[in-house]
């Protein structure tokens, strides 16, 4: 046990010397030096690293500045196939009007007028301040206003309409330089595949322009009652609501046709649209502007059934050219039975057309037809067949007197030739 205890003081001892030997306190100041932000800790011998060449900095590169054109030239950056478009649309917008129209009509219920608004398009013809759109955009109109290119608004009035081809024309009095009228061409020219323009107001969005193709030519289009037009252009340019009266153009910038009509379900655009052929254009608008209305050829027939064989005579006009040049209707059999007399109408008695000038007719519009293409008091060869036996007979066409006729309100405007089918 004494040695034990001896060994651990000798331990004591050695260590109290050796400390006093390295002459280093007790308690070094450690955790104080380690939070020193300043201490940068033990130094080690460093290499100094070999100098590298300097790269000499490059220059910021500026783009030089170049002047540019506010606008840059338009051709500049156009294709042929855009030039054309734009050329077409500059050379004919302007021709362009909107057509915006109010209609009164009374109440029945309410003993009121109840007034509507509509809209289409029109085209300037001349220098006169004529301009050309469809009957069906101002019919029933009692105010009617156009709006031209440069965004003025002036009140129109009627010249003429020829409901039967849906076509009308109205006029403005404006200066003749405001008017800048378009150029009507020959549609007898016209191809299948040919590019075509449509300008006008769809939805009251004034001289917007589409473009498309011809799709098929000589489409018959029924518009009023039971008659047709012929020659329609079909085309697949988008015509909407409001594009009505507007024109059809070629890649010249030449009225080809008038935008009329859509085959669509909804009203919509559905790529099939009709235009009335401006050969038919130049024939009417002439007498509309100095007659108010078309002088068709009276043949003095006003009514007809239509039968597999041809078309057999229901009613003919006292005195007119089909009765003067004898032909015949149904005839009337008066029968006395006693104190009371009896009538009826025996239908075999009258004559059954079959065709005109050489030319077979099936339907009544087939006959009107041929009838309006010939000149008043022309002469037609009607064939016809009468108790069996077939015969031909020449009538002299009748028609009215060729003067300037009064104009009249749109909203009493009636067709001026009673067609066959009619009562």
């Known amino acids: 046990m004494r040695n034990l205890l001896l060994c651990l003081v000798s331990a004591l001892i050695g260590g109290l010397v050796a400390i006093a030997a390295t002459q280093t306190p007790l308690f070094s100041p450690t955790h104080a030096v380690a939070q020193n932000r300043d201490e940068r800790g033990p130094l080690f011998p460093l290499v100094e690293p070999e100098p590298r060449p300097e790269t000499p900095r490059q220059p910021l590169?500026?783009?030089?500045?170049?002047?540019?054109p506010a606008n840059p030239p338009i051709a500049g950056g156009l294709t042929d196939y855009e030039q054309i478009n734009v050329a077409v649309y500059e050379n004919a917008n302007r021709s362009v009007v909107h057509i915006?129209?109010?209609?009164?009509?009374?109440?029945?219920?309410?003993?009121?007028?109840?007034?509507?608004?509509?809209?289409?398009?029109?085209?300037v013809i001349d220098k006169s301040g004529h301009i050309l759109t469809n009957f069906h955009v101002i019919e029933g109109a009692g105010q009617m206003a156009v709006t031209m290119f440069d965004g003025k608004t002036y009140d129109a009035e009627f010249v003429g309409a020829d409901p039967i081809n849906d076509i009308a024309v109205v006029k403005v009095n404006v200066e003749q330089e405001k008017l800048h009228p378009v150029e009507i061409t020959d549609s007898s020219h016209l191809k299948v595949g040919m590019r075509v323009f449509t300008i006008g107001n769809p939805f009251g969005l004034e001289r917007?322009?589409?473009?498309?193709?011809?799709?098929?030519?000589?489409?018959?289009?029924?518009?009023?009652g039971n008659r047709t037009i012929k020659s329609i252009i079909q085309i697949d340019a988008s015509v909407n609501p409001g594009n009505s009266g507007g024109p059809l153009l070629d890649t010249a910038g030449r009225l080809i046709g008038i935008n009329t009509a859509i085959a669509s379900k909804n009203g919509q655009s559905a790529g099939v649209g009709f235009a009335i052929p401006a050969n038919l254009v130049s024939r009417v608008v002439p007498q509309l502007i100095r007659h108010g209305r078309v002088i068709r050829p009276e043949v003095g027939i006003a009514r007809v059934y239509e039968t597999d064989e041809g078309l057999l005579i229901a009613r003919l006009t006292p005195n007119g050219p089909a009765e003067r040049a004898g032909l015949r209707g149904p005839r009337m059999i008066r029968e006395q039975r006693g104190p009371f007399l009896f009538e009826r109408i025996d239908r075999a008695a009258a004559d059954l057309i079959i065709a005109v000038d050489g030319r077979p007719v099936r339907t009544a519009d087939e006959f009107m037809a041929y009838i309006e293409s010939q000149p008043v008091h022309s002469d037609v060869t009607l064939t016809i067949v009468r108790n069996g036996r077939e015969t031909r007979i020449k009538v002299r066409l009748g028609g009215p007197v060729l003067e300037a006729a009064p104009r009249r309100p749109i909203d009493r405007l009636e067709n001026p030739f009673r067609r066959p089918g009619s009562s």
């Open 61 to 68: 590169m500026v783009q030089p500045k170049v002047n540019r």
């Open 100 to 123: 915006t129209t109010k209609t009164s009509r009374p109440d029945p219920f309410f003993l009121v007028d109840r007034s509507s608004e509509g809209s289409g398009s029109g085209t």
């Open 208 to 224: 917007s322009m589409t473009t498309g193709i011809i799709a098929s030519l000589n489409r018959s289009l029924q518009i009023r």
